[in-house]
Nanobody, 116 residues
Framework: QVQLVESGGGLVQPGGPLRLSCAAS????????MAWYRQAPGKKRELVAI???????NYADSVKGRFTIPRDNAKNSVNLQMNSLKPEDTAVYYC??????????WGQGTQVTVSL
């Protein structure tokens, strides 16, 4: 069974950068959306950033201007470049792929902690 594998989480100081990566463990055909979600303790999972197959992006208001979501279609991978991190960005981050056939794939989550 194909899985999404995330990497790059960890502890970072406020104002610092961090880059998350997500790749499929096998072949996934016809990926439409690639996205990153996050879930902080006691809160609902929220959409952070999304990119379509044509490169259109959308970001949560809280991360606009600080995060970008580059996508590599050839490698079936997506990154999340996070800059100027804030303590409120602390959460478990999940990547998500949705195919044109509306099959959903999720990663296992990676912890990001922004603290001194």
């Amino acid at each position: 069974q194909v899985q999404l594998v995330e990497s790059g989480g960890g502890l970072v100081q406020p104002g610092g950068p961090l880059r998350l990566s997500c790749a499929a463990s096998g072949s996934i055909f016809a990926i439409d959306f690639m996205a990153w979600y996050r879930q902080a303790p006691g809160k609902k999972r929220e959409l952070v950033a999304i990119i379509t197959s044509t490169g259109t992006t959308n970001y949560a208001d809280s991360v606009k201007g600080r995060f970008t979501i580059p996508r590599d279609n050839a490698k079936n991978s997506v990154n999340l470049q996070m800059n100027s991190l804030k303590p409120e960005d602390t959460a478990v981050y999940y990547c998500n792929f949705k195919t044109f056939a509306r099959n959903d794939y999720w990663g296992q989550g990676t912890q990001v902690t922004v603290s001194l």
